[in-house]
Nanobody
Framework: QVQLAESGGGSVQAGGSLTLSCAPT????????MAWFRQAPGKEREKVAS???????TYADSVKGRFAVSKDNAKHILYLQMNSLKPEDTAVYYC?????????????????????????WGQGTQVTVSS
């Protein structure tokens, strides 16, 4: 197992920026596939951005062009740079990780992994954007 610790959340005004970090400890082999999810009050948890094998990134339509996911592959730390923040970005942001699927030769990350396919989760960090 791997333990994930998010940091960097806070309160900002609309238009501002924040950078979230997710630092893993333990078995970092479980961090081949990583993603950021968020959950707003009264809403379901949704995927915001994901990074497959450290370099292939995907984003939810609502954050494309504003958010950028990256990873320090040496330290396995996942980042989420959030720019032009909007009040609707207010949520608890969670880091998720998984070792991926076995192809018979190696592990790989499917392009569109669902929430249930990530088996390691952080405790979340609150992001609040005021208008």
């Amino acid at each position: 197992q791997v333990q994930l610790a998010e940091s960097g959340g806070g309160s900002v005004q609309a238009g501002g920026s924040l950078t979230l970090s997710c630092a893993p400890t333990g078995n970092t082999a479980n961090t081949l596939c990583m993603a950021w999810f968020r959950q707003a009050p009264g809403k379901e948890r949704e995927k915001v951005a994901s990074l497959q094998s450290g370099h292939n990134d995907t984003y939810a339509d609502s954050v494309k062009g504003r958010f950028a996911v990256s990873k320090d592959n040496a330290k396995h730390i996942l980042y989420l740079q959030m720019n032009s923040l909007k009040p609707e970005d207010t949520a608890v942001y969670y880091c998720a990780a998984d070792m991926g699927k076995w192809s018979g030769i190696s592990y790989y990350c499917p392009r569109d992994m669902s929430m249930t396919e990530y088996h390691n989760w952080g405790q979340g960090t609150q992001v609040t954007v005021s208008s």
